[in-house]
C-alpha cells in the first residue's frame, strides 16, 4: 500500500505516512525513513550525504527556511507547512513539519518529521508564501 495518492502533480500523503529525517549542523542529510524516500522519490544512497533542500521546491519562500534555521540554531524546535519537490518530476508534496534540534556527543544535528497538513492549512500557506520572499 502506498502512503500517498496522486492528485494531479501532487502526491497527497496518507493519514499514516511520517516521513523522518535527520542532517548534521550544514543541514547535510544523514538519515532517511522509507516513507521520506518513497514520498521524494530517492532512494537512501542518493539522500545520504546530499544537503536536505535537495527537496526544496522553487515556490518555497528563502524567508520560510531563514526562520527555521534561526529557530533551530538558537536551540528552539520549528513547526510549518512546505513544499517540496519529487525528485525528477513536475511533482510535489505538501508536508506540516516540526524540526528540532538534537545534542549527541557534544554535536548538533537536527531531526525533521513530517506528516499530512490539512487541506485548509496548505491553502493558508500558499496564500502567506506568496507574500514572502
Not at 538519515?31 to 533542500?53: M, Q, R, S, W
Request: with cysteine; net charge positive; glycine share 6%.
Amino acid at each position: 500500500m502506498s502512503i500517498y495518492t496522486l492528485k494531479g502533480n501532487e502526491r497527497v500523503l496518507s493519514q499514516q505516512a511520517f516521513l523522518v529525517s535527520e542532517t548534521d549542523e550544514n543541514g547535510i542529510i544523514l538519515f532517511a525513513n522509507d516513507n521520506f524516500c518513497e514520498v521524494a522519490g530517492y532512494t537512501i544512497n542518493e539522500l545520504i550525504g546530499k544537503p536536505h533542500n535537495i527537496v526544496r521546491h522553487p515556490d518555497m519562500p528563502k524567508a520560510a527556511f531563514k526562520d527555521l534555521w534561526e529557530t533551530v540554531k538558537h536551540g528552539d524546535t520549528w513547526t510549518g507547512f512546505v513544499k517540496n519537490s519529487v525528485k525528477n518530476s513536475s511533482e510535489y508534496y505538501w508536508v506540516y513539519a516540526t524540526v528540532y534540534p538534537v545534542l549527541r556527543n557534544g554535536k548538533r544535528y537536527y531531526m525533521s518529521c513530517r506528516k499530512k497538513p490539512a487541506e485548509d492549512e496548505i491553502s493558508l500557506s500558499i496564500s502567506l508564501y506568496k507574500t514572502l520572499k
